[in-house]
């Protein structure tokens, strides 16, 4: 897809795909530490707003058709609302998180359990990876962010264990810490990101194998504009984020708004609160 503006038929081609999602509800959400430009402690938080703002996209999801699991939040774990950083499920193998940071390290086995409820099959990771946040499927191929949070080992670790082609993407901004704060995943082939988020070399690469994609202002990456989350048509995204919602309409998808403005101050938007299950 070459242009910019889709003819008519192009349009109506876009077909919507149901989806599976885990999300954790933010009761114990809180700002405590910082481990992210995005986060300062002595900000306030309001638990009460981010759980409206939570179950504003839950109910998004829910109203488009998309299938919504509940993890159990626990107390003690603020950023377990996180919940793409849980773990990578493709396949129905779920790929478990080993954090970077020791302020998360318990959210690991936390998703860990949980998936194993799930009638999925686990894999127990060696090396370091925080799930979705720097894993991101696209059709057969997987994008893995590296530079902040992600081993790059556990590149190597996700293709083995799923047998899929795995590409490293080096992030150098530590405002863009995990690969969904720089890069959205709209359709089997399609993307949109933010390209000085990247190494040159990693920038390189996707022109390369993305020649099309979306690409995102500074203004609109730093809402995390690009932590979305996508059906194929339907664009969950901030609200916060104009010029890259118009760019988005004029190929075709349909940008559905949502405030996460409270989840922000903990560094995440929609995708950050999305883990999708691949059975």
Not at 61 to 73: E, F, I
Not at 106 to 119: K, L, N, R, S, V
Request: aromatic share 8%.
């Amino acid at each position: 897809m070459s242009t910019t503006t889709l003819t008519r038929h192009e349009r109506a081609a876009r077909q919507p795909r149901l989806r599976n999602f885990a999300m954790t509800r933010p009761d114990h959400f809180a700002v405590r530490y910082a481990i992210n430009p995005w986060m300062d402690p002595g900000r306030p938080v309001d638990v009460d707003r981010a759980v409206a703002q939570w179950q504003q996209l839950q109910d998004s999801y829910r109203q488009l058709g998309h299938q919504v699991n509940l993890v159990p939040s626990l107390p003690g774990l603020p950023d377990m609302v996180y919940a793409a950083n849980g773990g990578l499920v493709v396949d129905g193998l779920a790929i478990t998180a080993r954090f970077a940071h020791p302020e998360r390290s318990a959210e690991g086995p936390a998703y860990a359990e949980w998936f194993g409820t799930q009638g999925l099959t686990v894999h127990d990771s060696v090396a370091t990876n925080e799930g979705e946040g720097d894993f991101l499927v696209v059709g057969d191929r997987i994008l893995a962010g590296w530079g902040f949070r992600t081993d790059p080992a556990a590149h190597v670790e996700v293709a083995e264990v799923t047998g899929r082609e795995v590409i490293s993407l080096e992030l150098v901004d530590p405002r863009y810490y995990h690969l969904d704060t720089a890069l959205a995943v709209l359709s089997e082939d399609e993307i949109a990101y933010y390209p000085d988020a990247f190494a040159p070399t990693s920038r390189s690469l996707l022109k390369t194998l993305y020649p099309d994609a979306v690409l995102a202002t500074a203004a609109d990456a730093a809402v995390l504009g690009l932590n979305a989350v996508s059906d194929g048509l339907h664009v969950i995204m901030t609200d916060a984020a104009p010029e890259l919602a118009e760019q988005l309409r004029r190929r075709g998808f349909e940008p559905i708004g949502v405030d996460l403005s409270e989840l922000l101050k903990g560094g995440g938007s929609v995708k950050c609160c999305t883990l999708e299950i691949r059975r």
